[in-house]
Structures are given as C-alpha cells and as structure tokens.
C-alpha cells in the first residue's frame, strides 16, 4: 500500500488500492468481530451442555450401584434359604423380582434416550459452529493478505480483485452467515432436551 501523509489524497491505482484497503478492512473487521462474540458463546455452550451430557449419559448404562444391591440382596436371601430360615412369601418375591431384574436386559427410557440424541445433537451444532467460526477466522486473514507492501498498487488491486471473486464464488458471507443459525438450532435442541428432562423428574 503506497505511503500518505495526513490529509494527501492519493490518485490513480494507489488511490484504488487505499480506498479498496479502508474498506475491506472495515468490513472485515466486523466480521471478525461478530465470529469473536459467537466463538465465546459457542464455547461457553459446548461447555455447559458437557456438563449436562457428563450427567445424562450415564442414564443410557446399567447402574452398576442397582446391579450390586440386587447382588447382595440374592445373596442374603440365598443365605437364609441354605441356612434353614423360615422365608417368607415377601421374600420369595422379593427373591424373584431381584432374578427378573437382573436377568432382563438392560433397556434405557425412551425420554433418557431422547434427552441423550438432543443433546448430543446440540453439541454437534455447536461444535459445527465452532469449526466454521475458526474458517472464517482464517479466510479473513487469508483476505486481507492482497495487500503487499512490495508489489505495485496495480498488482495488489488484481490481487484483491482474485481474492474477492473467490470470496463470492465460494459464497463465504453465505457460510458466515450460517454460524449463528448452527448455534439457535444447538440451543433449540439443548432446550428440548432440557423440557424433557425437567418433565421426567
């Protein structure tokens, strides 16, 4: 970019560089301002929703904790049976359905599932976000490169005037634009997991 003094003008292909730098800085500093604010919110949402997820997806496997006081239970019983204790019918029952119980398969509620696929998918969103505000990042600053302080001016206004065909072509303010609607859809998902836990308690 040709050097100016304060309040010089510059014309000709210098002036079109100088110009076209003011405003692509402009705009993409506002670009990456705005994929600032939604990495810190896409951070701060992935973490909050691994906090949910550490205590919902131990729902999805047998508790282990049920599993050892049926043991037990059978045990005891087993116990009294061998050493001549007179059982009772509650305990003959309660016998059976500790055999049942831990016979069964293991088979998680459908709202536990439910709770597990939304928030799984809300994490997805999430991360998804992430990754194309990290993109963007860099497609930024890969923009702003057109710029050489060794070339002509000429030579860097064909630079930049590449860089913007691509920018269009590979339709990057589209994808910009699609971040924050990765991040409603994660935080939709997340909430309907939520309702749903909240209703089973």
Do not use: C
Not at 13 to 23: F, P, R, V
Not at 41 to 52: E, P, V
Not at 137 to 146: G, H, M, P, S, V
Request: without cysteine; proline residues 3%; negative net charge.
């Amino acid at each position: 970019m040709s050097q100016k003094s304060p309040g010089e003008t510059l014309s000709g292909w210098a002036g079109i560089e100088d110009h076209l730098m003011t405003n692509d800085i402009g705009e993409m500093e506002d670009y990456a301002d705005d994929i600032d604010t939604l990495l810190v919110f896409a951070g701060l949402f992935s973490a909050i929703l691994t906090a949910f997820l550490v205590q919902t997806y131990p729902m999805l496997q047998v508790d282990n904790t049920d599993t050892t006081n049926q043991l037990l239970a059978i045990g005891v019983a087993t116990q009294l049976r061998t050493a001549g204790t007179i059982i009772t019918d509650t305990l003959n029952q309660t016998l059976a359905t500790f055999s049942d119980a831990l016979s069964a398969p293991f088979l998680p509620s459908a709202a536990v599932r439910w709770i597990n696929v939304l928030f799984f998918l809300s994490l997805i969103f999430s991360l998804a976000a992430a990754l194309f505000s990290i993109l963007a990042k860099q497609w930024i600053r890969e923009y702003l490169k057109w710029n050489s302080p060794l070339a002509l001016p000429r030579e860097n206004v064909l630079v930049r005037q590449l860089r913007i065909e691509a920018w269009e072509d590979w339709q990057v303010s589209a994808v910009l634009s699609s971040i924050p609607i990765l991040l409603e859809f994660a935080m939709i998902l997340f909430l309907a997991g939520v309702v749903i836990l909240l209703w089973t308690l």
